[in-house]
């Protein structure tokens, strides 16, 4: 793939983020929960800010999959009818890539925060570890964010976009613990695995993709 960053600095990022992921997965694993995370999660919800209700909902409603799955096929669609299967497979990835979450939370099997220990807000089912709605988020914002310069020649255009995936991805890792949905281990397991979920779907697609060697 012409606009992915190098396949060295791609896999030697996708270990590290996977060896994280896996330390922290194992630590979270059980019906345990952290000191640390009621500590963080009633910290969050004691104090909120000005504009922290909206921000909570707008990462609330961007990271679920009934807004990131038909925005990362869409996408998809259109880069492969404009010729760009490049790019396309990466869009499609977030798709096939999804279901990946729910693997995870069965076999960590860390339960999400209760009623009696935080203020639940959204109430959700399943188990917690890792936040499917961050690890989507990450894996579409982080799509968005490198490939923004090969689609959008203004710079103004890619540093909007830019700007607008990074606050999607901040935004839903702080709602996803004000509203009591998730423990900040949580969180902290979607943002690991959405990286690692990204940086070996960049790796993938660069091979692919890769230019073929002459003579």
């Given at each position: 793939?012409?606009?992915?960053?190098?396949?060295?600095?791609?896999?030697?990022?996708?270990?590290?983020?996977?060896?994280?992921?896996?330390?922290?997965?194992?630590?979270?694993?059980?019906?345990?929960?952290?000191?640390?995370?009621?500590?963080?999660?009633?910290?969050?919800?004691?104090?909120?800010?000005?504009?922290?209700?909206?921000?909570?909902?707008?990462?609330?409603?961007?990271?679920?999959?009934?807004?990131?799955?038909?925005?990362?096929?869409?996408?998809?669609?259109?880069?492969?009818?404009?010729?760009?299967?490049?790019?396309?497979w990466l869009f499609a990835g977030v798709v096939l890539l999804r279901p990946l979450n729910l693997l995870l939370k069965l076999?960590?099997?860390?339960?999400?925060?209760?009623?009696?220990?935080?203020?639940?807000?959204?109430?959700?089912?399943?188990?917690?570890?890792?936040?499917?709605?961050?690890?989507?988020?990450?894996?579409?914002?982080?799509?968005?964010?490198?490939?923004?310069?090969?689609?959008?020649?203004?710079?103004?255009?890619?540093?909007?976009?830019?700007?607008?995936?990074?606050?999607?991805?901040?935004?839903?890792?702080?709602?996803?613990?004000?509203?009591?949905?998730?423990?900040?281990?949580?969180?902290?397991?979607?943002?690991?695995?959405?990286?690692?979920?990204?940086?070996?779907?960049?790796?993938?697609?660069?091979?692919?993709?890769?230019?073929?060697?002459?003579?």
């Amino acid at each position: 793939m012409r606009d992915a960053p190098s396949c060295s600095v791609v896999r030697g990022t996708a270990f590290v983020c996977l060896l994280l992921a896996i330390a922290l997965s194992i630590a979270a694993a059980g019906p345990g929960t952290f000191a640390l995370d009621q500590r963080i999660s009633a910290a969050v919800q004691r104090h909120p800010f000005a504009g922290s209700r909206w921000i909570e909902l707008f990462g609330h409603v961007v990271g679920s999959s009934a807004v990131l799955i038909p925005v990362a096929l869409v996408v998809a669609i259109w880069l492969f009818v404009r010729g760009r299967p490049d790019v396309a497979w990466l869009f499609a990835g977030v798709v096939l890539l999804r279901p990946l979450n729910l693997l995870l939370k069965l076999i960590i099997g860390s339960p999400r925060p209760t009623s009696d220990q935080v203020d639940v807000l959204r109430q959700s089912s399943g188990n917690g570890f890792p936040s499917g709605h961050v690890t989507g988020v990450v894996l579409l914002a982080g799509v968005v964010w490198c490939v923004a310069p090969a689609l959008f020649k203004p710079r103004w255009i890619r540093l909007a976009v830019r700007a607008l995936a990074v606050a999607a991805i901040v935004a839903t890792s702080y709602s996803r613990i004000a509203s009591g949905a998730h423990w900040p281990s949580d969180v902290a397991g979607g943002l690991l695995w959405g990286l690692t979920e990204l940086f070996a779907l960049f790796a993938f697609v660069s091979w692919r993709y890769r230019p073929e060697s002459s003579g």
